[in-house]
């Protein structure tokens, strides 16, 4: 047997069996094995209990592991980032490639000040699901599914301005003892705000925070998944896959709001092509009204979701008013792209003020519809379209929230109005009869009281809570089926004050011109008010409240300057006075029961002996307003055969009237006419007694207190012509005046004839469109011409009686 052989054989021989074997060059040689020592034979055992028992602890931590021993932790962690005791009953961890945490019997408490309310929230069940590989690769948290079980949020605002809603942290003030040193929570916020450990501002450093742009609206708004970072740390907005929340709870108590409300919450789960939808279901009280709520949207997670438009469906009744708000927005985030349709319907639109913030005066029953959108600065109202009383109504509103009192830019239409729902801009209550339960008994109070002009208070902490600018154009105006013309209305409220820089309306070939200016004072407004009346044909006037049927061309100026709670207070303070003049006023059988009431009317004309069809030519007024009492300078009716003057007050500090009436005949026809006639009571209900003088002591009376200066003819030719009967009665009764010739002031030229037109102002500038005012005859007297007219008439007041 060659070498070789005998080395293939050795290769062949088992390795156990090789152990005892030498090799002695060219053959193999058995040798006797040696014994296993102790430390050989015991290796096998020592590994074979050692894994064993690896599987064992494996399997008992698995089976007796209690996550709850991280309890401690967490609270502690939770705590220290919302500043408030956090509660856990017991933790759950599910490992996988997605790993599912979940909390029992979750537990925020409430602030301290606040520790006798329920605690700020609750949760039966709070279940959090991570993928975490992306987390390996850089990729941010991910987190498919956040699910809450019964949650129960307790929100609360006293009525001092504390709130249980603010997680910021506390004030703490450093013990005496410890000047100079830091608590963690604070050394943690030095750090924070430096963005580097151990540094801080005072070594000039810096934090700095960058946003993704958004690509659709170029603001800096974290995008979803984006990476934002704040005082030089990164952090990822966690990616959400879903919030689905079961039984929710809300209750919200605000004491500041007198509001109480509790609200269902609730998501559901896509169904039937149909997304998954977040509904929300409130009731309570807001502001003291009732208020249930129905709200059913996209859920939380699609509100990220720009390619998406967000869902809105929103119904609210408060009291009884109803709001509707439904459409889509594509970023509801930034408010960008609403496509929203805005339904308001109620019985007084002043009762908006609580859910829009918006000061409107009382209006009759209204609907009205809109669209609703946003912009970077302003919420606009945009195509209106719907009625308020029996007058429609369109136009465009504007709000800007931004500013520190709201700002309303409102450009509104109609082309029908009736009067009467015009009544609450100006103190009255509106429509044809009272339509709310306050209006109700606003009016059963005005009815029971002795006040001729409307009392109700104007409320002035509304009034400042909303800057408006306003402009209206009614195209026809009518009251009980009669047209009168048209109105055009230009005014701004700013910081409470109101400056109505005109309120015009057109009358057939005539105009009614105003304007005015009401300032704040405590609860008090004062009020400054012009009335310029220029060739008004008075039956279509009075049509339009229903009641005249006689004809006749009225002009005149009306001014007050007062201050008090309503429009009833600031004339029974104010002063000022009227100058108005009556031009062929026809059957004065019509007339007076007309302007005087029909009871008053036909007793005047029965005291006074005037035959049934005597035309009225001529009634002049000229009356200062002194401190609420309104006197008599000049009043004087004149028909065909008789003139009579008058002498007296009316006092609206305690709506009373005095006033003394004497007829003379101009043929003296002395037996046809009594003696002096007497009006005393209140002005809702005088009384007319006869004077039982001679008609000759009565009228010389009478006309020794009457002053017919000629500074009142430019009034009187202003208002009705310079050819006009009244004009010519004044004239005569200068021939022989009981208290002297008044001097008589130069008269300007005429200037050019005025133009009316509004300008449609916008936000702090004109606007270059200009809408006519559609006022005839307006051109009968220039501006120039009518503020000579005005000065004049004051100078007389101020030079005295």
């Given at each position: 047997?060659?070498?070789?052989?005998?080395?293939?054989?050795?290769?062949?021989?088992?390795?156990?069996?090789?152990?005892?074997?030498?090799?002695?060059?060219?053959?193999?040689?058995?040798?006797?094995?040696?014994?296993?020592?102790?430390?050989?034979?015991?290796?096998?055992?020592?590994?074979?209990?050692?894994?064993?028992?690896?599987?064992?602890?494996?399997?008992?931590?698995?089976?007796?592991?209690?996550?709850?021993?991280?309890?401690?932790?967490?609270?502690?962690?939770?705590?220290?980032?919302?500043?408030?005791?956090?509660?856990?009953?017991?933790?759950?961890?599910?490992?996988?490639?997605?790993?599912?945490?979940?909390?029992?019997?979750?537990?925020?408490?409430?602030?301290?000040?606040?520790?006798?309310l329920p605690p700020f929230a609750t949760a039966r069940r709070l279940d959090v699901s991570i993928r975490w590989w992306p987390l390996?690769?850089?990729?941010?948290?991910?987190?498919?599914?956040?699910?809450?079980?019964?949650?129960?949020?307790?929100?609360?605002?006293?009525?001092?301005?504390?709130?249980?809603?603010?997680?910021?942290?506390?004030?703490?003030?450093?013990?005496?003892?410890?000047?100079?040193?830091?608590?963690?929570?604070?050394?943690?916020?030095?750090?924070?705000?430096?963005?580097?450990?151990?540094?801080?501002?005072?070594?000039?450093?810096?934090?700095?925070?960058?946003?993704?742009?958004?690509?659709?609206?170029?603001?800096?708004?974290?995008?979803?998944?984006?990476?934002?970072?704040?005082?030089?740390?990164?952090?990822?907005?966690?990616?959400?896959?879903?919030?689905?929340?079961?039984?929710?709870?809300?209750?919200?108590?605000?004491?500041?709001?007198?509001?109480?409300?509790?609200?269902?919450?609730?998501?559901?789960?896509?169904?039937?092509?149909?997304?998954?939808?977040?509904?929300?279901?409130?009731?309570?009280?807001?502001?003291?009204?009732?208020?249930?709520?129905?709200?059913?949207?996209?859920?939380?997670?699609?509100?990220?979701?720009?390619?998406?438009?967000?869902?809105?469906?929103?119904?609210?009744?408060?009291?009884?008013?109803?709001?509707?708000?439904?459409?889509?927005?594509?970023?509801?985030?930034?408010?960008?792209?609403?496509?929203?349709?805005?339904?308001?319907?109620?019985?007084?639109?002043?009762?908006?003020?609580?859910?829009?913030?918006?000061?409107?005066?009382?209006?009759?029953?209204?609907?009205?519809?809109?669209?609703?959108?946003?912009?970077?600065?302003?919420?606009?109202?945009?195509?209106?379209?719907?009625?308020?009383?029996?007058?429609?109504?369109?136009?465009?509103?504007?709000?800007?929230?931004?500013?520190?009192?709201?700002?309303?830019?409102?450009?509104?239409?109609?082309?029908?109005?009736?009067?009467?729902?015009?009544?609450?801009?100006?103190?009255?209550?509106?429509?044809?009869?009272?339509?709310?339960?306050?209006?109700?008994?606003?009016?059963?109070?005005?009815?029971?009281?002795?006040?001729?002009?409307?009392?109700?208070?104007?409320?002035?902490?509304?009034?400042?809570?909303?800057?408006?600018?306003?402009?209206?154009?009614?195209?026809?105006?009518?009251?009980?089926?009669?047209?009168?013309?048209?109105?055009?209305?230009?005014?701004?409220?700013?910081?409470?004050?109101?400056?109505?820089?005109?309120?015009?309306?057109?009358?057939?070939?005539?105009?009614?011109?105003?304007?005015?200016?009401?300032?704040?004072?405590?609860?008090?407004?004062?009020?400054?008010?012009?009335?310029?009346?220029?060739?008004?044909?008075?039956?279509?006037?009075?049509?339009?409240?229903?009641?005249?049927?006689?004809?006749?061309?009225?002009?005149?100026?009306?001014?007050?300057?007062?201050?008090?709670?309503?429009?009833?207070?600031?004339?029974?303070n104010g002063d000022g006075g009227m100058t108005v003049a009556l031009d062929q006023g026809g059957d004065i059988s019509a007339v007076?029961?007309?302007?005087?009431?029909?009871?008053?009317?036909?007793?005047?004309?029965?005291?006074?002996?005037?035959?049934?069809?005597?035309?009225?030519?001529?009634?002049?007024?000229?009356?200062?307003?002194?401190?609420?009492?309104?006197?008599?300078?000049?009043?004087?009716?004149?028909?065909?055969?008789?003139?009579?003057?008058?002498?007296?007050?009316?006092?609206?500090?305690?709506?009373?009237?005095?006033?003394?009436?004497?007829?003379?005949?101009?043929?003296?026809?002395?037996?046809?006419?009594?003696?002096?006639?007497?009006?005393?009571?209140?002005?809702?209900?005088?009384?007319?007694?006869?004077?039982?003088?001679?008609?000759?002591?009565?009228?010389?009376?009478?006309?020794?207190?009457?002053?017919?200066?000629?500074?009142?003819?430019?009034?009187?030719?202003?208002?009705?012509?310079?050819?006009?009967?009244?004009?010519?009665?004044?004239?005569?009764?200068?021939?022989?005046?009981?208290?002297?010739?008044?001097?008589?002031?130069?008269?300007?030229?005429?200037?050019?004839?005025?133009?009316?037109?509004?300008?449609?102002?916008?936000?702090?500038?004109?606007?270059?469109?200009?809408?006519?005012?559609?006022?005839?005859?307006?051109?009968?007297?220039?501006?120039?011409?009518?503020?000579?007219?005005?000065?004049?008439?004051?100078?007389?007041?101020?030079?005295?009686?």
């Open positions: 047997m060659s070498r070789n052989s005998v080395q293939w054989q050795a290769f062949r021989i088992n390795p156990e069996e090789r152990a005892g074997m030498t090799d002695t060059g060219n053959r193999i040689v058995r040798t006797q094995p040696s014994p296993p020592s102790r430390q050989g034979r015991a290796v096998p055992p020592v590994r074979a209990i050692l894994a064993g028992s690896l599987c064992v602890a494996v399997l008992a931590l698995v089976i007796l592991w209690s996550w709850d021993w991280f309890i401690p932790l967490v609270e502690r962690r939770a705590g220290a980032a919302i500043h408030r005791k956090v509660t856990i009953a017991h933790l759950h961890v599910h490992p996988g490639r997605v790993i599912r945490v979940g909390a029992d019997d979750v537990r925020i408490e409430q602030p301290a000040g606040f520790d006798d390996l690769w850089g990729g941010g948290l991910d987190l498919p599914l956040i699910a809450l079980d019964t949650p129960v949020v307790e929100i609360r605002e006293r009525a001092d301005g504390s709130t249980n809603y603010d997680f910021s942290a506390p004030d703490i003030k450093p013990d005496p003892g410890t000047k100079g040193t830091k608590t963690p929570d604070a050394a943690s916020a030095a750090v924070k705000a430096t963005g580097t450990t151990g540094t801080s501002k005072a070594d000039g450093a810096t934090s700095t925070t960058t946003a993704q742009p958004d690509a659709m609206t170029g603001g800096g708004t974290p995008s979803k998944g984006a990476s934002a970072t704040t005082d030089g740390d990164a952090t990822t907005i966690p990616r959400i896959g879903a919030i689905r929340i079961a039984n929710g709870q809300l209750h919200v108590v605000h004491a500041g709001l007198h509001t109480d409300m509790r609200g269902a919450v609730r998501t559901t789960d896509p169904a039937n092509g149909q997304d998954a939808r977040l509904l929300v279901d409130a009731q309570g009280t807001y502001v003291r009204q009732a208020i249930t709520g129905h709200f059913s949207g996209g859920t939380l997670v699609s509100l990220q979701n720009r390619t998406q438009p967000y869902p809105v469906d929103l119904d609210i009744r408060h009291g009884a008013t109803r709001l509707t708000l439904r459409g889509t927005i594509d970023d509801p985030l930034t408010l960008a792209g609403a496509r929203l349709r805005l339904s308001l319907a109620g019985p007084d639109m002043s009762l908006l003020y609580p859910l829009t913030g918006v000061v409107i005066p009382q209006t009759p029953p209204y609907r009205v519809v809109g669209n609703l959108d946003y912009s970077a600065a302003h919420i606009r109202f945009r195509d209106l379209d719907g009625h308020v009383g029996s007058s429609d109504l369109g136009g465009n509103l504007s709000i800007d929230p931004h500013q520190a009192v709201p700002f309303v830019d409102a450009d509104l239409h109609s082309r029908r109005v009736d009067l009467a729902d015009l009544g609450g801009f100006f103190g009255a209550t509106p429509g044809d009869r009272p339509s709310t339960a306050q209006q109700q008994a606003e009016a059963r109070a005005h009815a029971s009281s002795n006040a001729v002009l409307p009392s109700t208070p104007i409320n002035m902490p509304r009034l400042r809570a909303t800057n408006v600018h306003f402009a209206y154009h009614g195209d026809h105006i009518e009251n009980r089926h009669t047209p009168l013309d048209n109105i055009d209305v230009l005014a701004d409220i700013r910081d409470g004050v109101i400056d109505v820089h005109h309120l015009n309306f057109a009358v057939g070939s005539g105009t009614l011109a105003s304007n005015g200016t009401f300032t704040p004072h405590g609860d008090a407004v004062e009020a400054r008010i012009g009335i310029d009346l220029v060739r008004i044909n008075l039956s279509r006037l009075m049509q339009a409240a229903g009641r005249f049927q006689g004809s006749g061309i009225f002009g005149g100026h009306l001014a007050i300057h007062g201050t008090g709670t309503s429009l009833a207070g600031i004339v029974a007076l029961p007309d302007l005087l009431g029909l009871e008053l009317g036909k007793a005047l004309l029965s005291i006074l002996g005037l035959p049934a069809k005597t035309d009225l030519k001529c009634m002049v007024a000229d009356m200062p307003l002194r401190q609420g009492v309104l006197d008599t300078r000049t009043f004087l009716i004149e028909t065909g055969d008789t003139r009579t003057v008058g002498k007296g007050s009316l006092d609206f500090r305690n709506n009373t009237i005095d006033y003394a009436l004497s007829t003379d005949s101009r043929h003296f026809a002395v037996g046809s006419f009594p003696g002096t006639l007497h009006i005393t009571g209140l002005l809702k209900k005088p009384s007319i007694v006869p004077g039982t003088e001679t008609i000759a002591r009565a009228v010389g009376s009478v006309l020794l207190g009457v002053v017919t200066p000629v500074a009142l003819l430019p009034t009187i030719e202003a208002g009705v012509g310079k050819q006009s009967l009244c004009a010519q009665a004044i004239r005569q009764m200068q021939d022989n005046p009981a208290s002297g010739k008044a001097p008589v002031a130069g008269r300007p030229q005429a200037a050019r004839r005025h133009q009316a037109a509004v300008g449609r102002r916008g936000t702090g500038k004109q606007a270059t469109a200009t809408r006519a005012t559609g006022i005839r005859g307006a051109g009968q007297l220039s501006a120039a011409e009518r503020a000579w007219i005005r000065a004049v008439w004051a100078a007389r007041l101020k030079a005295g009686h």
